[in-house]
């Protein structure tokens, strides 16, 4: 396994539910200091490592925050009630194995349940199962037991998965690709322009509370005031069956168009795209009915930024476990690599008055 599989692997296990981001910002906290970059933060958790002191501020944004699930009452018999944290869909959460982060540190396997099949009547044969009718069930005979493991209201809960290559070895598995594939590339790039004399100032971000509501993205901009955005993420892959789109595993990064929350700056994709082609990196045009990336509040901060959305395709996303081409990982990378090292204030004033 090479170091930036190993890398993408280390953050893709880590816990890291919206709010409870403090695992993954101290391993990017790491590499950051490692790489020798200046690093600060926001007040509510982002991290930003800095490098360069000229030209145009570019911020390069991957959020740090997977979707989970927050403990909300413990019943008399054991079992955990919850509050899902970002965007789950009821068919996809039964039956599925969860770790319980305690509050002393350790984490408790818990198994998702619900009214067996057997016992479901009328409608209820017919539709998702109501969420709120889920619990956890941690193997304990009661809420006392519960408590003497420290868990209580409160712990985050996160899929219990592991990463790993599928049969084909370029197909990846992990459980928050959504969005450690956009912190990895953030941490990449940066490390692949320490030794050039880029004619820009980097900024690679680690947001938090991008599932609930891209929050780290707007404290970060005020913060850093960006003259060019691009948000680092996953999009949907149109490969499997019932699904339509343009994006698929295996051929590249995709550009969105636009999204709900931003329509992609012209100027900007015109650029990104040129250097692709000159460097016959692979790409793919794509866009999202629904769905936004940080980009969608970074580029509205102050007088503006172009901005643009440089996504992944993923198989899966927003549910246990999610699947993406290594090979689309390591583009996405080489590709702003390459923007990056070429994006000084000439080529920004062209993408403004394009």
């Known amino acids: 396994m090479d170091t930036q599989m190993k890398l993408l692997e280390k953050l893709t296990n880590l816990p890291g539910i919206s709010g409870y981001e403090k695992p993954v910002r101290d391993a990017m906290k790491e590499e950051f200091k490692a790489l020798g970059v200046n690093v600060s933060y926001d007040n509510i958790g982002s991290i930003i490592g800095e490098h360069g002191n000229k030209g145009p501020k570019i911020a390069i944004s991957g959020h740090m925050d997977e979707i ?30 969860y770790d319980v982060h305690s509050t002393n540190g350790k984490v408790y396997r818990a198994v998702m349940g619900s ?10 044969r017919t539709r998702a199962f109501p969420v709120d009718q889920m619990y956890f069930d941690l193997g304990v005979k009661n809420k006392e037991e519960v408590l003497a493991l420290g868990i209580k209201p409160g712990c985050p809960v996160t899929p219990a998965i592991q990463f790993q290559t599928m049969a084909n070895p370029d197909y990846l598995l992990a459980k928050a690709f959504d969005n450690r594939a956009g912190c990895g590339v953030a941490i990449e790039v940066m490390r692949n322009v320490l ?60 550009i969105l168009l636009y999204d709900s929350s931003l329509i992609g700056h012209e100027g900007l994709r015109n650029f990104v795209c040129k250097v692709a082609d000159e460097l016959g990196i692979p790409y793919q045009i794509d866009y999202l009915s629904r769905g936004g990336t940080d980009a969608g509040a970074m580029h509205v901060t102050n007088a503006g930024a172009p901005a643009m959305s440089l996504c992944v395709p993923s198989r899966y996303i927003h549910s246990h476990t999610s699947m993406i081409s290594y090979s689309d990982y390591l583009n996405t990378i080489k590709l702003l690599t390459e923007v990056v090292k070429r994006l000084d204030d000439k080529a920004y004033q062209e993408i403004l008055n394009f």
């Open 68 to 97: 989970g699930m927050l403990v909300t009452k413990i019943t008399e018999d054991g079992f955990l009630k919850f509050q899902t944290i970002g965007g789950w869909w009821a068919n996809v959460m039964l039956a599925q194995q």
């Open 195 to 254: 030794d050039c004399d880029h004619p820009n100032t980097l900024y690679s971000i680690g947001s938090v509370q991008e599932e609930v509501g891209c929050r780290g993205a707007r404290t970060t901009a005020q913060k850093i005031q960006p003259d060019v955005v691009f948000a680092l993420d996953v999009t949907i892959s149109s490969d499997t069956p019932g699904t339509k789109g343009s994006a698929v595993m295996g051929k590249g990064p995709a």
């Open 115 to 124: 009214k067996p099949p057997h016992m479901l009547e009328g409608e209820e």
